[in-house]
């Protein structure tokens, strides 16, 4: 990326929907220019452009004086537009070839094309937005779920930049006592006592902690559930998968060992995406090779994953149900399937329950971990309705565990790492002030979580951060 090497002045042109056949496709021109390089190609000459007024035009081909298309023209003015500068919005018929030659045309004329993101870096260059609003607008594009779009469109808005802008008025307030003190130390003045600015840090620390906690929210909102599904050969994962997706997806068999490897698919549920893993069987001691890199995988993939499902068949003794199945588990995100229940008798079950309780009450020994019955679940695949049982659980599971739907969410890595730091060296400023430690230290740090907010929402970038941002973006964005 190098939107800013000599690009600032550009006028710059690109297709802003996806590139195909459709009902309409739409151009955007952006710069000091846009009004006359497009006023060049417009049949009607002379025509005054009004901000936010559309008119219907054709759009020639200067050389030829052929038409090319009849278009729809609509022109912003600078500081009233995405941008910040003139901007032209030309709606043509959806077509490849016509905004292909439109684009030609425009190029002709004085216009260069647009880098990937090179729009929205011109809004974030012109203070339309800042960086959390502008990687807002990625995410609103490629959301998976109305929850997700939601959230999204509230940071768009300015929510979360607003929460980041009241604590940031905080840590400068603190900062700036706390040089005052140093300039006032030698006259013997006291400018703030240091439990006024430790409980303001402390308020300000802990409202990090309340974003940071909004992460998991974020990306799940963002990326969605991913949903792995493990347990030995033959208990019925891909049979589950197959029920929960609606489709016959994964081979089923009642030969042990018939899923080899990883198969995903995504579903929309509740308005959340649902990614399911199907993984190959686990277990020890077999001889064939493939099977082993099979389950090397699952063991991978249940590493990886947001929630894991473990099967087990409720049919067998569950104790005679591998060691590994229970080995390397995140109980806190792991729910158990007690499944083929259409086998077994009503009064059965109770006594499963108990056992599956004992097996995890002697695996868990060093932490100690209350087992929630909520993470067990009877089911049999001969029922469509287990869809809605398995993944209404998984769904709220999540939502009683994690989720922070109602307030807005820290949903990229590089917000995070950043707020991250910032927290991090607030930490260090407060057991710096409790210890007394010399003012100038504490300043030094406190300017540096300071700078670690202010490089969140873009008030101070560098290329790597901008090339983080942007390099994302797609073109005509
Ligand atoms: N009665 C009954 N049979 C089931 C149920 N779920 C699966 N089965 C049967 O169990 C056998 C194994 O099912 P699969 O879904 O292939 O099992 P798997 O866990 O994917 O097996 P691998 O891929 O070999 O690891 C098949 O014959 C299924 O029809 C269930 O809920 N009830
Ligand atoms: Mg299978």
Known sequence: MNFGEGRDHLTICSVSTPMGYGGISVIRVSGPKS??????????????FESHKAFLDEFLNTQTEKSI?????LPFEAGKSFTGERVVEISCHGSPVICTAILNELCRNG??????????????????????????????????????SELALRQLKG???????????????????????????????????????????????NSFKDL????????????????VLSGEPNVGKSSLMNVLLGNDRSIVSDIAGTT????????????????????????????????????????????????????????????????????????ERTLFILNKVDLLQKDELPAKQAELKAILGSIIDEKPYIFDDNSILFTTCKRSETKQQVLGRVYDYWIAKFAHIESVSVSSARQR???????????????????????????????????????????????????KVFKEFCLGK
């Open 111 to 148: 216009c260069e094309l647009a880098i990937s993101g090179e729009f929205t870096y011109r809004a974030f260059m012109n203070d339309r937005l800042d960086l959390v609003q502008a990687e807002s607008i990625l995410s609103l594009i490629h959301s998976h779920s109305e929850l997700g």
């Open 212 to 227: 940071l906690d909004t992460y998991e929210t974020g990306r799940v909102l963002k990326d969605g559930i991913v949903l």
């Open 260 to 331: 080899r490897d990883v198969i995903r698919e995504d579903i929309l549920f509740k308005n959340l995406k649902f990614t399911l893993v199907d993984t190959a069987g686990i277990r020890e001691n077999s001889n064939d090779p493939i099977e082993k890199i099979g389950v090397e995988r699952s063991i991978k993939e249940r590493q990886g994953s947001f929630i894991n499902l473990v099967i087990l068949d409720a049919t067998k003794p569950l104790k005679d149900q591998h060691e590994l199945i229970f080995k390397d588990l995140n109980l």
């Open 417 to 467: 790492e950043e707020l991250r730091q910032a927290y991090d060296l607030l930490e260090k400023v407060i057991a710096g002030l409790k210890s007394q430690l010399g003012s100038e230290f504490i300043a030094f740090d406190l300017k540096d979580s300071l700078m670690a907010l202010q490089r969140t929402v873009g008030e101070v970038y560098d290329d790597q951060i901008l090339d």
């Open 69 to 73: 298309d009849e278009v729809l023209v």
């Open 35 to 48: 009004f006359e390089i497009t006023q060049k190609s417009l049949k009607k000459k002379n025509r005054s």
């Open 159 to 205: 929510e979360l930049s607003d929460k980041l802008t009241h604590i940031k008025d905080d840590v400068i307030w603190c900062l700036a006592h706390i040089e005052a003190g140093i300039d006032f130390s030698e006259q013997g003045i006291t400018v703030v006592e240091d439990t006024v600015l430790i409980s303001k840090l402390e308020n300000v620390q």
